[in-house]
């Protein structure tokens, strides 16, 4: 049902007790309390409410999942791994990909490119390189990923893949 006062709710009551029809209780409350103060088809929703025997003023409960705890879980989610897409966290939680979308930014994360580094090396790998007058270049495609962080933070470093990929020597 619409959200409309509670004393328009007793007004639409009073005039399905009196035996109008819907459209006669939107009229005459919008003659006493204003136009636009409630629509025809607000009245025909309650009218079918009060048909049914329900005579509460109330709300009805919602349906759907519980937010908070959606948002937790999303928190989590999101914690363990940053490079989760919409996709993959709406079939998680079980909801639209354009909620996720809304809440990890209500929660004031960004979607930001991770930076690539040649290979995960020790401090051992790193006195070992040698320069030379050739290089060899590997030929893969590599992706990058997005990942969900807070604005002013990087994202995290990810090694490229592969440490033996296909490699084809260029002369400088």
């Not at 025997?53 to 999101?78: A, F, H, N």
């Not at 790998?125 to 990087?154: A, C, F, M, S």
Request: hydrophobic residues 35%.
């Amino acid at each position: 049902m619409s959200e409309i006062p509670i004393h328009i709710r007793h007004c639409i009551l009073y005039e399905f007790q009196l035996g109008n029809n819907a459209t006669t209780a939107a009229r005459n409350i919008c003659a006493a309390l204003g136009e636009g103060a409630v629509a025809d088809r607000t009245c025909r929703d309650w009218f079918k409410r009060f048909r049914e025997g329900d005579m509460s003023l109330e709300d009805r409960p919602k349906s759907g999942r519980p937010l908070d705890s959606d948002i937790e879980r999303l928190k989590v989610l999101i914690e363990d791994n940053p490079r989760l897409t919409t996709r993959e966290l709406s079939a998680m939680l079980g909801c639209n990909q354009s909620i996720i979308d809304r809440h990890l930014h209500e929660m004031g994360k960004v979607n930001k490119l991770e930076t690539w580094v040649p290979h995960q090396l020790t401090s051992n790998n790193i006195q070992q390189i040698v320069t030379g007058d050739e290089k060899w270049v590997p030929y893969v495609n590599h992706t990058r990923k997005h990942q969900w962080v807070n604005p002013g933070d990087l994202p995290e470093p990810e090694p490229k893949n592969g440490f033996h990929p296909k490699k084809l020597m260029l002369s400088i």
